[in-house]
């Protein structure tokens, strides 16, 4: 959905499983350059081990600034909100890039409110909620199950503990 082009600079926000699978769906695109952002070291280096060129703990660097840093002063190209968190949906229109992209596949209590600075919407910033991120499954689920057996797409490194089946 995100329509990342070879070059791009993406930035992903939170680095649970849904994140982490869109980091790895930076890097087969051709992004250039994948910023990771989470709150815990541990998932930042998993990111890393994935494709993720920069990692950003959001407690003690400012994402944003990041993003500027790294781009020049213009801003991530495409941003991906797999948080599910107020301040991160509104770090997303403020990391990319004028007439960038921002996919927002976290998820929040639907009665909350999530508040943005208006100028951080203006630019041509395109801003899309995501579900299932538009899978066609008949062709994606083959293509996944390719770059998988050869060995582009992580899984096994997704696994964090295994329990029997009776327990």
Known sequence: MAEIGYGDTVMVIGCGAVGLAALQGAVMAGAASVIAVDLDDNKLALATKLGAMHTVNAIRQDP????????GGRGADVVLESAGHPVAFRQTTEAVRVGGQVIWLGKIDVTKDVSFRWGSLMGEKRLRRSSYGGARPRRDFPLLAR???DGRLKLDELITGRIKLED
């Open 64 to 71: 944003i600034e990041f993003a500027r840093s790294v781009t």
């Open 147 to 149: 770059a998988y057996l």
